[in-house]
């Protein structure tokens, strides 16, 4: 099928041999409120996940945490026997209570289940990305990963993953991990006003690392979203596409994972890929992140 948005090009995983476009959609949205539970509409969210694909999407970023299981279950029902091309991204080291509370799942029997799980819930033999989730608010920043990933490195040695990769980690943590298994990308907080990850984002990209950004949009203080504002009716965009197209043009290593329950959602995120940004908007948008 054609293609009808450029979905901000394509990155090549020189370590997983695999190229996928940098727009991919992110699942967490498909579970209920607070990502808990089921969604009020199930059939919208199968709709939604199938329209994505349609659209060339070809990497879903998800995990059994979500809901618990419920994005998992979705992505199974509406896209299993999956495409040969569809690159699927899971993370681990979290459970939910019953209350909905985010609880630290990072001993090895959580590890192993957490894979175990991800896998019978998506209906896969082999789990393509595993990001192990570590970093505030469940662990302290400079929390050692080495157990964990240690146990992750081995279900990769048994064939139950393909590649490894870590979720609000420092750069101290990405190097001690690389001396236990290669890592093919990081998922961390980054935006134009979020600007602590810069240099890492050089160092991975000259890596071939890829690097995805969450919450595009968190933390604005009212004048930089209205200077966004500003900038996203001059260039006909909503301000959530301009600060997508913001991050496809930083660096090219980075993927974004934009979620949405509704098709016209999905279909205004794809266009962000589509949006030109002059040097002279590129400055006026770095310059957000430094105003008060």
């Known amino acids: ?46 709709c939604v996940l199938q ?51 985010w609880n630290l799942a990072l001993s090895r029997d959580q590890i192993i289940d957490a894979v175990h799980s991800n896998l019978r819930n998506l209906g896969l033999d082999v789990l393509d990305v595993v990001n192990l989730r570590v970093g505030p608010p469940l662990t302290k920043p400079d929390f050692s990963i080495e157990e964990p990933l240690t146990v992750l490195a081995e279900l990769q040695q048994q064939g139950l993953i393909r590649h490894l990769g870590l979720s609000t980690v420092t750069q101290q943590q990405i190097e001690a991990g690389e001396k236990i298994a290669p890592i093919v990308c990081v998922q961390n907080l980054y935006n134009i006003v979020t600007r602590k990850d810069d240099a890492l ?26 200077k966004l504002d500003t900038i996203a009716k001059q260039l006909n965009a909503t301000p959530m596409q301009v600060a997508a197209a913001w991050l496809l043009h930083r660096s090219p290593n980075i993927l974004l994972i934009p979620g949405t329950s509704s098709v016209a959602h999905l279909e205004e995120n794809l266009k962000a890929g589509d949006i030109t940004l002059s040097e002279e908007t590129i400055r006026q948008l770095n310059n957000i992140g430094t105003d008060n």
């Open 201 to 226: 984002i050089d160092h991975l990209n000259a890596k071939g690392i890829a690097y995805v950004p969450y919450f595009p949009l968190g933390g604005f203080t009212p004048v930089q979203s209205g």
């Open 1 to 46: 099928m054609a293609q009808h948005h450029h979905l901000g090009g394509t990155f090549h995983f020189p370590t997983a041999q695999r190229t996928v476009h940098r727009i991919g959609y992110g699942a967490m949205q498909l579970a209920g409120p607070h990502v808990f539970g089921p969604p009020k509409d199930r059939a919208a969210a199968i």
């Open 51 to 101: 329209a994505a694909i349609e659209a060339g999407v070809d990497h879903i970023d998800t995990s059994d945490f979500y809901g618990p299981y419920v994005t998992n279950q979705i992505i199974r029902e509406a896209l299993h026997p999956y495409r040969e091309d569809l690159t699927l991204v899971t993370k681990i080291g979290a459970l939910r209570g019953e209350d909905g509370s």
